[in-house]
């Protein structure tokens, strides 16, 4: 499987929003997730199966693994082949997880937006006794 370039640096934790409710916590974001069109890279040049797969560190961890929503909020494809890509959310861990997108034959891929909210308890905070 044909893997993208360097990383995508999608929703670093400054771009992230952030919302706690009692014990409860929602994180969001939103972005582009690659552009393989500008530098003629995988997704967009290369035929088989391909894979861009961005890390995703939340702004702050949450007490266990939180539910995960992961959307396309944009797509820019050939219309030469059929479309054909799975997006999904991997390795989910209290601190973070990983968005995969994958594509696969003849398919080309310009581009690719996703937004992504994680929502589920608040850590734990530590406090100082006096």
């Given at each position: 499987?044909?893997l993208?370039?360097?990383?995508p ?6 771009l ?8 409860l ?9 690659f ?20 890390d995703?560190t ?32 991997t ?6 997880f990983?968005i ?20 589920g308890?608040?850590?734990s ?6």
């Amino acid at each position: 499987m044909a893997l993208g370039p360097a990383q995508p640096e999608i929703c670093q934790i400054a771009l992230q929003n952030r919302v706690e409710i009692d014990n409860l916590q929602v994180i969001t974001c939103s972005g582009e997730l690659f552009n393989h069109v500008d530098g003629g890279l995988p997704m967009w040049s290369a035929v088989g199966d391909r894979k861009v797969t961005a890390d995703i560190t939340f702004v702050r961890a949450f007490r266990v693994p939180p539910a995960i929503t992961l959307g396309l909020t944009g797509l820019d494809s050939s219309h030469d082949q059929n479309l054909r890509f799975l997006l999904h959310a991997t390795d989910i861990k209290a601190a973070g997880f990983k968005i995969e997108f994958l594509t696969w034959s003849d398919t080309h891929i310009a581009r690719a937006s996703v937004s992504w909210q994680a929502m589920g308890m608040v850590k734990s905070r530590s406090y100082k006794s006096i």
